[in-house]
């Protein structure tokens, strides 16, 4: 059975830091990714690592900000996120997918999220 579960939301100030973490079980991936879901708005890419590979990408609004890493011995892949933002304010998904993507649609196995909240 595939398990993505997340940890390491709540809530922070604006220009204070979290680090979620995601722990992966019953398969592997070939990336790993974390993406977000704003209320009313659509599920956004944030940030993946391929699992085999150093490939990492950010969207625009995180770079520089947000670091995605992955720790082999436990199975977890992790998002620091610091400088926080009001508008960093989301439920916090990890997902994981056998290819290399920043597309949601390509992502076949989603955690249930961890809430961020960020306040001004």
């Known amino acids: 059975q595939v398990q993505l579960v997340e940890s390491g939301g709540g809530l922070v100030q604006a220009g204070g830091s979290l680090r979620l973490s995601c722990a992966a079980s019953?398969?592997?991936?070939?990336?790993m990714g974390w993406f977000r879901q704003a209320p009313g708005k659509e599920r956004e890419f944030v940030a993946a690592r391929g699992w085999r590979s150093s490939m990492t990408a950010y969207a625009d609004s995180v770079k520089g900000r947000f670091a995605i890493s992955r720790d082999s011995a436990k199975n977890t892949v992790n998002l620091q996120m610091n400088s926080l933002k009001p508008e960093d304010t989301a439920v916090y998904y990890c997902a994981g997918t056998r290819t290399w993507s920043t597309s949601p649609p390509n992502f076949d196995s989603w955690g249930q999220g961890t809430q961020v909240t960020v306040s001004s």
């Open positions: 019953g398969r592997t991936f070939n990336t």
